[in-house]
């Protein structure tokens, strides 16, 4: 005797929490990834304003990508020995991550949890 269940309800649920989640985690990446750039905009070297106005996030599949477009960009980023003006300063990026991680973290911990109350 063979007994045969119909998981076909089950398997769409699935599929629509799988749904859910993947946009919560979109929407927390782009979330994290804004903050990430409005914070190193204060850091960020500034002369004439060209690096801090090239930056920019991006969707990049299910995460987003924060970063300043100029050829430069890197080389001041990973150089914090320079001698920026303004009180600017190297690691731009790297450093706001760095301070609000906790935050980051704690932030996505609750977006998801009430994205699937």
């Known amino acids: 005797m063979a007994i045969t269940f119909d998981t076909s309800d089950f398997d769409r649920g699935v599929k629509r929490l799988e749904t859910v989640i993947l946009d919560i985690r979109r929407g927390i990446a782009n979330k994290i990834a804004t903050e990430v750039l409005r914070l190193s905009n204060f850091e960020v070297p500034h002369d004439k304003g060209l690096l801090q106005n090239s930056g920019q996030v991006e969707p990049d599949g299910e ?3 924060v ?4 050829v430069y960009a890197a ?3 990973e150089n914090p020995q320079f001698n920026f003006q303004k009180n600017r300063k190297g690691k731009y990026l790297e450093d706001p991550i760095k301070r609000n991680l906790s935050v980051f973290r704690k932030y996505s911990e609750e977006t998801l949890n009430q994205g699937l109350k």
């Open 67 to 70: 970063g300043y477009n100029k």
């Open 75 to 77: 080389r001041l980023h």
């Open 63 to 65: 995460d987003s990508i």
